[in-house]
Structures are given as C-alpha cells and as structure tokens.
C-alpha cells in the first residue's frame, strides 16, 4: 500500500524551513527520501533504518519513528534549489524494494 | 560518463507497435529495476534484477517483458502498445547496501 505523504505542496520564501511527512500502514524496515525536479529524474537524498542509523546528505535531516511508521523530512534554511518533488520510498523487508509515496511538491520563492 | 543511461530519451508511437527500451549502467551495482511514473508523478515498481536474475516481477501486463544480458544491462520490451503505457519509464540501480537508488534519465514514452 502507498505510503500517504504531507502536505501535497508547500509554497516558502528563501530561508524559511520545511517538514514533510511520510506514514506508512505497515511496519517498515528503511525509509528512502528522493527528492525530482521538474523533467529529471529522482536523485537520493537519505536512508533511515531501522534501529536508528542514518546514510545521506549533510543538510539535509530526518526522522523515523519506527513505531508509527513515519518519518519527517527536515529542509532548513529553504534555498532556490531546493524546489522539486518530494518523495518517500518505503522498504519492507529489507530488500530494497521500494513503494513511493504520493509525494510534495515544494516550491522555493526569492 | 553517465552512471545510468537509457535509450531513447523520448519515444512517441502508435498504438499496437512494439518498442524496446534499454538501460545500462557503468556503477558496477548488481541490481537493476524499472519504474513507471505516470501522469499524476506516482512511482510504481515493475520489474527487479539480482545479476542477471529476475527477483521481482510485479502485477505487469505480459506485454511488458525485461531482459538482463548482463549485470550492466536491463532493457524493457513492450509489445501491443496502448494508449494507457504512456509514462515516463526509470531504469534504477542499488550497490551497497542501504545506499539508495540511483536513477536514470527516464523515458518519456507517449502512445498515440
């Protein structure tokens, strides 16, 4: 089942921050954040695991609450690229397969 | 160098012709998948590969059948095209464990 994903789009000014919500109905095992600009394709942005370990980008941070099946998507201090579609995947099992969630768009004003 | 490449980049075709797509990447990952992004930008698997193997086979009409020649190459055949096949195709590989997906171009496939 898709991951359900919140809000559906956010409109900032520059230097503002962002949260985007992921929440599965199912128990997880790692949750992938991806973030799509228009016309391209998805690029990796982080993994949380199970158990707390995290692999990604610097400025970029993130949550996983393991027991509500959710995870948050921190985006401080907004700049112009980070506009695009955001996109949660899912893993189950632990064997990489992915479920993507229904995604954010963020918009970035100057 | 392109990681992950795929041809063509757009392909625009009748309804009922059979088309290919081909991926192939120079990551040395040992498995490959396709994604379909449809219209409403919603990300679905269709198939995955473990070195050459077919590992994942999701609910894909059998017009659609995957091909691995080797660990560097997945291609997408589609036979009897139909209007509903228009998407963008992403061929996707994973390395390391836990280290995410990494994406190619995509295939904007549109069915006329």
């Known amino acids: 089942q898709q991951p359900v994903q919140s809000p559906q789009a956010v409109i900032l000014r520059e230097g503002e921050d962002a949260v985007i919500n992921c929440s599965s109905s199912?128990?997880?095992?790692?949750v992938h954040w991806y973030r799509q600009k228009h016309g391209e394709a998805p690029v990796f942005l982080m993994i949380l695991l199970k158990g707390g370990e995290q692999k990604g980008h610097d400025k970029i941070s993130a949550s996983f609450n393991e027991k509500k099946q959710q995870s948050s998507l921190y985006l401080t201090a907004s700049q112009l690229s980070y506009s695009g579609t955001y996109f949660c995947g899912t893993d189950l099992f632990g064997n990489e397969k992915l479920t993507f969630g229904t995604g954010t768009r963020l918009t970035i004003i100057p | 160098d392109t990681a992950v490449s795929q041809t063509p980049k757009y392909l625009v075709t009748q309804m009922g012709n059979d088309k290919s797509i081909k991926c192939e990447q120079n990551l040395g990952h040992d498995t490959m998948y396709w994604y379909k992004q449809d219209s409403k930008k919603f990300l679905k698997i269709m198939f995955s590969?473990?070195?050459?193997?077919?590992?994942i086979n999701e609910t894909v009409p059998n017009r659609f059948s995957p091909k691995s020649p080797d660990k560097a190459h997945l291609n997408l055949h589609i036979n009897s095209l139909e209007l509903g096949d228009s998407a963008v195709y992403f061929c996707?590989?994973?390395?390391?464990?836990?280290?995410?997906?990494?994406f190619g171009s995509g295939t904007r496939l549109t069915v006329v």
């Open positions: 199912k128990a997880l095992y790692s």
């Open positions: 590969y473990n070195n050459k193997e077919l590992i």
């Open positions: 996707a590989t994973t390395g390391r464990e836990n280290y995410g997906y990494t």
